[in-house]
């Protein structure tokens, strides 16, 4: 049985495919068109996973929406009237957008994936993202636990699961919302919305967190796990342009201006903005307090889901918990979730926000619906298109690239070689990761034990801001020895770098270049089993360095998505200044020392 998961219209497009309810491919449409976050309807994506099971759209026995439009229109009507006329802004842009095409979703359905409307099936926003990670995660029981912006009306939803049964029991309704609060404060500190809370989440650590009680104003916490906001604060359930109203200004001052350089003094000025300022004291101070909201807002919302956790697991006694929605990308907070609520074991699937909808719709329906048993476990995150050597070869052959065809052996010591000289590779191979992270398929990898490696790699390749942190991938093995997280090797998040944890203090000498300033790492635990090339590779760069951590970051030049393509990585190669570039067993310097 086929079942094809569609998630779109909002951000992060994606589709999915399931063959007798276990996972085929899975890939967002960004990956295909270019745009980061392309909310289309994912065309492209549909195309990939229906050939990579070999199948056409007549085969399919299903497709499943992982919302439901209607009741989601219902909520913008109802939002845009109820505060008409202040609202007038968001009454029209609703009526236009929702009227032209969203709301004919089940049509488009039929007309572009080629199905008959009695084929198609409509999920709950928060049913989906719940079964994206239960139905993906290897726990018989589990409670469940989904926190987001908004979908239908639901903000958050907390329930359990059991076999093939899924049951959300309580939520908490729009406006009314974590994920909007910290949007809000995303937007606040110059960020783009959806794509910057990343930005809010590793600025905080250069912050102390000075504005806790100013940020309590606008959000209470309630005994049973819920939350209220203060709606005189905010402006987003009226408007879709700016989220915050005057209150706010006056609580936390000036917004900080839209994509400012942020540097504080202890980030200090980084080589590839260019010569230091001469107010650089100046502005670092007024950064600082940026710093200091960030801090508060993450320390806050923090203490919301930890809370939302904890109430969930007196009620339900249960010990393991699958988290989702865009909020479960938070991975400061999901290791304290796993710290302090009680739980034991905690499961996140990669793509935790709404592309992972996609998997989840059609998870939903083939055992919740169809009452279908499990036999799936996402134990990785290579879900995405992958590409034979012989269609790499004739690539760099037709653009006539200089290149090495390396066996196993050679490839990993020469990169492993490389890496320990200092030098920065784009590494591809397998398919490609599902969600947001570089999971060591299409990754820039580099030495973490040199300090300077970050600028390296900024000036290199990601001219990012300087807070944010390169991450870890580590040996399972060697987890223990590096950081001060005792288990967190076992823990499923962990593989797909969606915990930061505190690094062990001895080591952080060590590992200078993924070490944040507040002593954490967003660390990747490398298993051999579901990620054996990148385990190899790390392997051999620590038997020659004792050091078995690699510096990741994800193959793409700053504000595009991940590369897709051989040559999406070789255009990237080309057009920053990596040393090297390996597609599988191809190796590609920048030196032209390759011996063909
Ligand atoms: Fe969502």
Same mark, same amino acid.
């Given at each position: 049985m086929y079942i094809l998961g569609i998630s779109c219209f909002f951000h992060d497009a994606a589709a999915a495919l399931l063959c007798d309810g276990r996972l085929v491919a899975a890939v967002e449409e960004e990956r295909f068109?270019?745009?980061?976050?392309?909310?289309?309807?994912?065309s492209n994506a549909i195309r990939h996973v229906l050939a990579a099971a070999g199948i056409?759209?007549?085969?399919?026995?299903y497709v499943v929406f992982f919302e439901k439009p209607f009741r989601k229109f219902e909520r913008i009507l109802l939002t845009a009237l109820g505060t008409y006329p202040r609202g007038s802004g968001l009454f029209r842009s609703a009526m236009t957008t929702w009227l032209t095409d969203k709301l004919w979703v089940s049509a488009l359905i039929a007309e572009r994936v %080629?199905? @008959? &409307?009695?084929?198609i099936f409509f999920s709950e926003h928060h049913l989906s993202h719940a079964a994206s990670a239960f139905f993906c995660s290897p726990f018989e029981d589990a409670a469940l636990m989904t926190v987001d912006g908004v979908g239908e009306w639901a903000t958050a939803t907390t329930g359990y699961g059991k076999g093939t049964e899924l049951q959300l029991t309580r939520e908490v309704r729009f406006p009314h919302s974590i994920g909007l609060l910290y949007s809000t404060f995303t937007a606040f500190l110059g960020f783009e919305v959806n794509e910057g809370e990343y930005k809010v989440m590793g600025m905080a650590?250069? %912050?102390? @967190? &000075?504005?806790v009680d100013e940020v309590r104003k606008l959000v209470r916490m309630a005994g049973d796990g819920g939350f209220h906001l203060d709606?005189?604060?905010?402006?987003f359930q009226r408007s879709?342009?700016?989220?915050?109203g005057k209150r706010f200004v006056k609580l936390f001052g000036p917004p900080r201006p839209i994509d400012a350089p942020f540097f504080t003094e202890a980030s200090?000025?980084?080589?590839?903005?260019g010569p230091r300022p001469a107010d650089f004291i100046e502005q670092a101070r007024r950064n600082q307090h940026y710093a200091d909201i960030a801090a508060s807002i993450q320390l806050v919302t923090e203490e919301l889901v930890v809370n939302m956790a904890q109430a969930l697991q007196r009620e339900t006694g249960l010990t393991r918990l699958c988290l989702a929605g865009g909020?479960?990308?938070n991975s400061v907070a999901n290791w304290r979730i796993l710290r302090e609520?009680?739980?034991?074991e905690l499961y996140v699937q990669?793509?935790?926000?709404?592309?992972g909808g996609a998997v989840g719709a059609a998870l939903y329906l083939y055992?919740?619906?169809?009452g279908k048993p499990r036999s799936f476990v996402?134990?990785?995150?290579f879900w995405g298109p992958s590409y034979r050597e012989d269609e790499i070869r004739a690539f760099l052959d037709s653009e006539g690239i200089a290149y090495e065809r390396l066996d196993d052996d050679a490839l990993f010591e020469r990169a492993a070689e490389s890496l320990a000289a200092g030098e920065v590779i784009g590494w591809f191979h397998g398919a490609a990761e599902w969600g947001?992270?570089?999971?060591?398929?299409?990754s820039i990898l580099a030495d973490?034990?040199?300090?300077?490696m970050k600028d390296i790699v900024n000036t290199k390749i990601k001219y990012r801001e300087p807070y944010r942190p390169f991450a870890p991938s580590v040996l399972a093995s060697a987890v223990p020895q590096f950081f001060?997280?005792?288990?967190?090797?076992?823990?499923y998040p962990g593989r797909f770098m969606l915990l930061v944890v505190p690094i062990e203090p001895s080591r952080r000498e060590a590992i200078?270049?993924?070490?944040?300033?507040?002593?954490t790492g967003r660390l990747q635990v490398v298993a051999?089993?579901?990620n054996e090339r990148y385990a190899e590779l790390i392997d051999r760069f620590g038997k020659k360095?004792?050091?078995?951590v690699l510096l990741n970051t994800s193959?793409?030049?700053?504000?595009?998505?991940?590369?897709?393509t051989p040559r999406e990585a070789y255009e990237t190669f080309r057009r920053s200044q990596l040393d090297a570039l390996v597609l599988e067993r191809y190796l590609v310097r920048r030196d032209g020392r390759e011996r063909r």
């Open positions: 068109t270019r745009k980061k976050h392309d909310p289309e309807f994912p056409e759209s007549g085969d399919l026995d %080629g199905v @008959p &409307r009695d084929k650590p250069y %912050g102390r @967190p &000075r504005y709606l005189d604060y905010f402006t879709t342009s700016l989220p915050y200090g000025y980084p080589s590839y903005f909020v479960a990308l609520a009680g739980f034991t990669p793509a935790a926000g709404d592309a055992h919740a619906l169809l996402m134990d990785h995150g947001p992270r570089a999971l060591g398929h299409r973490p034990r040199r300090a300077e001060d997280a005792p288990g967190v090797e076992r823990q200078p270049a993924v070490t944040h300033v507040d002593g051999r089993e579901g360095t004792g050091v078995p193959f793409n030049l700053r504000g595009e998505p991940i590369v897709n």
